[in-house]
């Protein structure tokens, strides 16, 4: 596979989650949270966004979230439950992006803010129309999503590198 292949990063932030007296890397999805991440599913789906591999931040509220998306996937893809995920600062999420095997095409993420959304406006030297600034001005809310492209390898995954080609919310 040539290093020049078009590349998908899928980037979720999980869904909304309940504040309890669990440590917060426990917390449970809210009722809220758990009719969202389906319907975040079923866009994914159709939009055509099918990743080979998915990486998921082990906190409660990211593997639940990650749970409800891919029941409404066409296919599973292979997920990879890493702990580097939680609280994970944008240098060590473009880390582990950096860490991808060149033979996957399209990669998931599935984390938690402020990462998530300082990782989709870190890549985006583009974007389509003014998905940018959408972006931006939502925050990256919960059950959002965002899906950047870029060529090349993932050992060159850096600032600016990406087009966000969509990006989603279930209230926007």
């Known amino acids: ?3 020049d292949t078009p590349r998908r990063i899928v980037l ?26 389906p319907v975040a ?12 591999l998915t990486l998921c931040s082990t906190a409660a509220r990211t ?3 990650w749970k409800l998306v891919v029941s409404e996937l066409p296919h599973r893809p292979k997920t990879v439950y890493d ?9 060590e999420l473009i880390a582990l992006l ?8 399209d990669l998931m993420l599935v984390g938690h803010n402020p990462g998530v959304h300082d990782l989709a406006d870190a890549l985006a030297g583009e974007a389509e129309g003014d998905l940018l600034a959408r972006m931006n001005r939502s925050g990256f809310p919960t059950s959002a999503m965002a899906v950047l492209t870029f060529n090349g390898s993932w050992k060159a995954v850096e600032h600016g590198i990406g087009r ?3 990006f989603w919310s279930p209230h926007a």
């Not at 702990?83 to 240098?91: F, I, N, T, V």
Request: hydrophobic residues 35%; negative net charge.
């Open 83 to 91: 702990e580097r995920l939680y609280e994970a600062s944008l240098g």
């Open 12 to 37: 979720l932030r999980h869904a909304k989650a309940e504040w309890s007296n669990d440590s917060d890397h426990e917390r449970p999805l809210a009722d809220r949270g758990r009719k969202d991440a």
């Open 1 to 3: 596979m040539s290093v």
């Open 164 to 166: 966000l080609v969509a």
């Open 63 to 65: 593997r639940e979230t």
């Open 41 to 52: 599913g079923r866009w994914l789906a159709g939009a055509g966004v099918t990743p080979a």
């Open 98 to 105: 950096n860490e991808t095997s060149d033979e996957v095409d």
